[in-house]
């Protein structure tokens, strides 16, 4: 069992940056792919980015590509994401998730493993 703890969200300026971690209990955490989900109210659970377990390939939604940077440490057993030119759009609950099979890499019911979510507000 893989525990996921998201920290780093705030309330941010529109323009600003935020630097999301995800740190895992697990010393396995090299073994899983990793994704960020984000969910805003009354909207669905959407994909922002993933990474996979060697950190070789990252995979972005179009609404943040050219924005926001994944990557991991997995000495550290952390996964990053780094959110610059952040819009008002991107107010969201953001979660970490971990897999260890996900074909697609976007699709959320392939992630086994999820954090409790830390919410990121970017005001106008």
Known sequence: QVQLVESGGGLVQAGG???????????????????????A????????AAITWKGSTT?????????????RGNVANT?????NSLKPEDT???YCAAGSVIPT???HDEYD????????????
Request: hydrophobic share 35%; glycine share 8%; aromatic share 18%.
């Open 105 to 107: 890499m976007t699709r």
């Open 17 to 39: 940056s935020l630097r999301l971690s995800c740190a895992a209990s697990d010393r396995t955490f090299s073994n899983y792919h990793m994704g960020w989900f984000r969910q």
């Open 92 to 94: 969201a609950v953001y």
């Open 59 to 71: 995979y972005y939604s179009d609404s943040v590509k050219g924005r926001f940077t994944i990557s």
């Open 79 to 83: 996964m990053y994401l780094q959110m």
């Open 41 to 48: 109210p009354g909207k669905e659970l959407e994909f922002v």
């Open 113 to 124: 493993y999820w954090g409790q979510g830390t919410q990121v507000t970017v005001s106008s």
